[in-house]
């Protein structure tokens, strides 16, 4: 199956502070998405991106499909950022493709 | 919009007895939900998925006599876990796409499941 790997794999942040979130995928893609997971387990939708750059608030995220791997930019952290960030994956909506999820980047934003 | 719901959102449940999850999606119709389990620390692994008006498909090592999936509706999946152990503590999470071409998977909020 297609291997998803993150990094890194935990990052403290000063508030202000920016990061750039890293998703490495091992086979050509048709969904590419990321997403945040609070601490009360919530997967909150932040980008829908196999291709591209798109932008949301303090938030951005491009995706090289051709060199497979995609970008998660955090601009000026807030202690809300805190949390699990993940990148998840899938080739094609057929019999034994899915959505396969790497492995996760813990962020804690501090004040 | 895709709003997709859980319900409970928490429950503890006696080792033997059964406990089923509902999963909808409030906005939208849903052809396709996924079912996924999360251990703690860990990341999200696809248990099964169901498809309206047909059988789930599991993933490998996935008993689906232990884990009673329907998807009797375009807006309702339900996942029965039968005779829970407390190997089954963990948290199940729904998710839901719009239709058949659409990749992009709504996630609800998950249900953390107890087993003493």
């Known amino acids: 199956g297609i291997q998803v790997e993150q990094s890194p794999p935990d990052l403290i942040l000063q508030e202000g502070a920016n990061s750039t979130l890293r998703c490495n995928f091992s086979?050509?893609?048709?969904?590419l998405q990321w997403f945040h997971q609070n601490p009360w387990g919530q997967l909150i939708n932040l980008f829908y991106?196999?291709?591209g750059t798109k932008q949301n608030g303090r938030l951005s995220a491009t995706t090289v499909a051709t060199e497979r791997y995609s970008l998660l930019y955090i601009s000026s952290s807030q202690t809300t950022d805190s949390g699990v960030y993940f990148c998840?994956?899938?080739?094609?909506?057929?019999?034994?493709?899915?959505?396969?999820f790497g492995t996760g980047t813990r962020l804690a934003v501090r004040p | 919009g895709a709003v997709v719901s859980q319900h409970p959102s928490r429950v503890i449940c006696k080792s033997g007895t059964s406990v089923k999850i509902e999963c909808r999606s409030l906005d939208f119709q849903a052809t396709t939900m996924f079912w996924y389990r999360q251990f703690p620390k860990q990341s999200l692994m696809l248990m099964a998925t169901?498809?309206?008006?047909?059988?789930?498909?599991?993933e490998q090592g996935v008993e689906k006599d232990k884990f009673l999936i329907n998807h009797a509706s375009l807006t309702l999946s339900t996942l029965t876990v039968t005779s829970a152990h407390p190997e089954d503590s963990s948290f199940y999470i729904c998710s839901a796409s719009r239709d058949r071409f659409s990749y992009e998977q709504y996630f609800g909020p998950g249900t953390r499941l107890t087993v003493t």
């Open positions: 991106i196999p291709s």
């Open positions: 086979d050509s893609v048709n969904n």
């Open positions: 169901s498809n309206e008006g047909s059988k789930a498909t599991y």
């Open positions: 998840a994956v899938e080739r094609y909506r057929r019999s034994g493709d899915k959505l396969t």
